[in-house]
């Protein structure tokens, strides 16, 4: 299991109302329980499996394994560039979960849209997957693609602004 992956779980589980989460698959054992805010996970990878790391998330993470894993911290994800002061007459489509952005429905089809591309309140603008789960998002608006504000593979939030849209 990736350290992506767990990350996922764990934003996941502390956005639900879930008080303990059990996750097995291909000799890994996930299991999470929250007590007041906090959540703890222990993780147990098969001998040959790579070590885990701990990396800081929202709420404070207790992590154990059975192999000894360095602690390593990673950078913060780069924010969403700026929009244009103009962008107060502006639809954003927002996120509707915690996942990773595609901007296209394979790596070899071209993206969904792009900036001047014109849209209806049906149309999928791109797919947010999570837990393996590809859900297509639409544009909620007619109007026209003015901005896309996150890069193609990136992990986006829930509520996180994704595009920017002039409504007709």
Same mark, same amino acid.
């Given at each position: 299991?990736? *350290? !992506? @992956? ?9 956005? $639900?109302? #879930? ?6 698959? @291909?000799? $890994? ?8 805010? *906090?959540? +703890?996970?222990?993780?147990?990878? /098969?001998?040959? /499996?790579?070590?885990?790391?701990? =990396? !800081? ?5 207790? =992590? ?20 244009? $002061? ?6 954003? #489509? ?7 952005? +595609? !901007? ?5 089809? @071209?993206? +969904? ?10 149309? *999928? *603008?791109? #797919? ?8 297509? #998002? ?19 939030? +829930?509520? !996180? ?8």
């Amino acid at each position: 299991m990736k *350290v !992506q @992956e767990i990350r996922e779980l764990i934003k996941l589980v502390d956005q $639900s109302n #879930i008080d303990e989460f059990v996750f097995e698959s @291909e000799g $890994s054992k996930v299991k999470m329980k929250k007590n007041a805010g *906090v959540t +703890y996970t222990a993780v147990s990878e /098969a001998p040959a /499996a790579q070590p885990v790391k701990e =990396t !800081q998330a929202a709420a404070p993470v207790h =992590t154990e394994t059975k192999q000894e894993a360095p602690a390593v911290q990673e950078a913060p994800a780069p924010e969403a560039p700026k929009a244009a $002061s103009s962008d107060e007459n502006l639809h954003k #489509i927002t996120s509707p979960m915690v996942g990773t952005f +595609y !901007q296209s429905p394979s790596p070899d089809q @071209e993206a +969904y849209v792009k900036p001047g591309s014109k849209v209806s309140s049906d149309s *999928v *603008v791109c #797919i947010v997957e999570a837990m393996k789960l590809f859900n297509e #998002i639409e544009a909620e608006v007619d109007g026209e693609i003015v901005e896309i504000l996150v890069k193609d593979g990136q992990l986006v939030e +829930y509520g !996180q602004p994704l595009f920017l849209v002039k409504p007709e």
